[in-house]
């Protein structure tokens, strides 16, 4: 998909421009590139290594906090209450997966 909604989130991935609420959200070209790979496979649960490799490339596939770290600032700018989020789901142990239903 070109573009993707979820809440008040709207992710134009073209255009690398994210929406909350109406108002552009200013995203790091790393945050921006995780919230695309999430997207593009939405409902599906990614591995950290996968997403590790897919965004940080092979030689960060042991560099696990650097997805915690990202995924933790990804909450903070897209999720209403970032303590529980209804997004950005953690899948313990394994990984994360964007929720859009």
Do not use: C
């Not at 690398?16 to 919230?35: A, C, I, N, P, S």
């Not at 997004?87 to 964007?98: H, N, S, W």
Request: no cysteine; glycine share 6%; aromatic share 8%.
């Amino acid at each position: 998909p070109s573009s993707l909604d979820f809440g008040q989130v709207h992710l134009d991935l073209a255009a690398r421009r994210v929406f909350k609420g109406g108002e552009e959200l200013k995203l790091t070209k790393t945050e921006f590139d995780l919230l695309a790979l999430l997207a593009r496979n939405a409902g599906k649960v990614l591995t950290h290594r996968y997403l590790l490799r897919e965004v940080w490339g092979p030689d960060a596939v042991s560099e696990a906090h650097y997805v915690r770290v990202f995924m933790a600032n990804l909450r903070k700018k897209l999720e209403d209450n970032p303590a529980r989020p209804q997004f950005l789901i953690t899948e313990q142990g394994v990984g994360y997966r964007l929720q859009v239903e």
